[in-house]
């Protein structure tokens, strides 16, 4: 069968594939700018999470012939590896000492063992006191009684692999030993309570903003549109006040010797002596939180209700159906693609706060991602800071997951 063919001899085929791939062109260099900086801003930072979080090399970098070796020495003995070993890490240390390498071996040894920094900072001066000719494993052994410690000998067994699940392990309270995985004392797990209460003090706020703003948001709807307007302005005046501003607030009016409890004790509810604590716990990171995340929830309510025609609700009542059973039945329903658009951003914001809850959470009010700013501002264990991000971060997608298959994520909407 013969093709059909343009003025210029070219196959119409060809010639209507060549258009739709330039149009496929143009669409993507219009969208190329969104691409890139999603890629810049979200794929390469968590991709660089990712690797954070499994990455050890720095242990068989700074110590090749020493990891080397360990490979064939067996720990359940019970004995120090032999000279080879001593020696290798002498020559190890020795090259890593000129690139000043060292102490940041001992900082990352550190994350898994107390004690080691220290000795890593001071082996620069015990190599540089050492002989050759005279046995290594005597020299370290007196330099420092940590290297005729098996558990020093261990740990570098442990994490010489470039690639360790150590990280990951500590972020749910377990270690790594020559033996495999184990739970860390009770005394010492914090984590996985951390992550519990980050998921149900986010779920309590979530619940709460729900019931506060699900009536505000009506009133808003329902109300004549100037009245509307302007209730709508004090609804939007926490977002031109400072996070900072709003949280310190609080701080003032929760704490033993702030505005609420000089009230309750001016009522006569509560004695001087007996004010409430109400702030340092989890009681004070509810009521901030709430407070600051109430209008992610009233804004999708609201932007939903708006739509429903008011005829609805009349309708109803006409057929004979009371005022209960007309909000049920029929506006009820129509609002909850405006809860899930709410439930979810007001959910996602929660669970990764973390200035809030430190300023008035205390002890008993911080979250998760609290441990996860002090690791990496203060500790500077970016590992584990990176393994606790991905984990919440799962956890997240899971959730997400679990609700589009229980609510269905396209019944979301904004109005």
């Known amino acids: 069968m013969e093709q059909i063919q343009t003025p210029h001899g070219v196959p119409l085929k060809k010639q209507i594939a060549r258009a739709l791939f330039k149009q496929k062109v143009r669409a993507l260099l219009l969208i190329a700018p969104l691409l890139i900086f999603i890629l810049i801003t979200f794929v390469i930072p968590i991709t660089d999470m990712l690797l954070r979080s499994i990455d050890n090399s720095i242990v068989s970098d700074t110590l090749p012939q020493t990891t080397t070796v360990l490979e064939t020495w067996d720990a359940s003995t019970g004995e120090l590896p032999d000279e080879a070993a001593f020696a290798a890490l002498y020559h190890d240390l020795k090259q890593a000492i000129e690139q000043k390498n060292h102490t940041k071996l001992g900082t990352r040894l550190n994350y898994e063992s107390s004690g080691m920094s220290s000795l890593f900072r001071k082996v620069g001066k015990d190599v540089s006191k050492m002989q050759e000719g005279i046995s290594y494993k005597e020299q370290f052994i007196a330099a420092d009684k940590l ?65 506060l703003g699900y009536p505000i948001a009506w009133l808003l709807a329902n109300l004549p549109m100037r009245t509307s307007n302007l209730l709508m302005i004090l609804v939007l005046l926490p977002f031109w006040t400072s996070l900072l501003v709003r949280t310190s607030a609080w701080k003032v009016l929760l704490q033993q010797q702030g505005v609420i409890n000089d009230i309750l004790v001016w009522l006569g509810v509560v004695s001087n002596t007996g004010r409430l604590e109400l702030i340092n716990n989890q009681f004070g990171t509810l009521v901030a939180m709430t407070h600051i995340l109430l209008p992610f929830m009233i804004l999708p309510l609201y932007s939903v209700m708006r739509t429903i025609p008011p005829a609805y609700m009349r309708a109803a009542k006409s057929l004979g159906a009371t005022d209960w059973t007309a909000f049920w039945r029929v506006y009820f329903p129509q609002t909850i693609a405006g809860i899930g658009a709410g439930a979810i951003l007001t959910f996602i914001l929660a669970i990764g706060y973390y200035i809030t809850p430190e300023l008035v959470g205390g002890t008993q009010g911080t979250f998760i991602s609290n441990r996860i700013a002090y690791h990496i501002s203060s500790s500077l264990n970016w590992g584990l800071a990176a393994a606790l991000g991905t984990i919440l971060l799962t956890l997240v997608l899971v959730l997400y997951w679990v609700y589009d298959k229980i609510v269905g994520i396209d019944k979301v909407k904004l109005g």
């Open 147 to 211: 290297w005729g410690n098996l558990k020093t000998w261990t740990l570098l067994k442990v994490y010489s692999p470039k690639y360790t699940n150590g990280y990951f392990l500590a972020a749910i309270d377990m270690k790594k030993t020559a033996d495999g995985a184990e739970m860390l004392p009770a005394s010492e797990r914090i984590y996985l309570n951390l992550f519990a209460r980050t998921l149900f003090m986010s779920l309590v706020i979530t619940g709460l903003c729900l019931v």
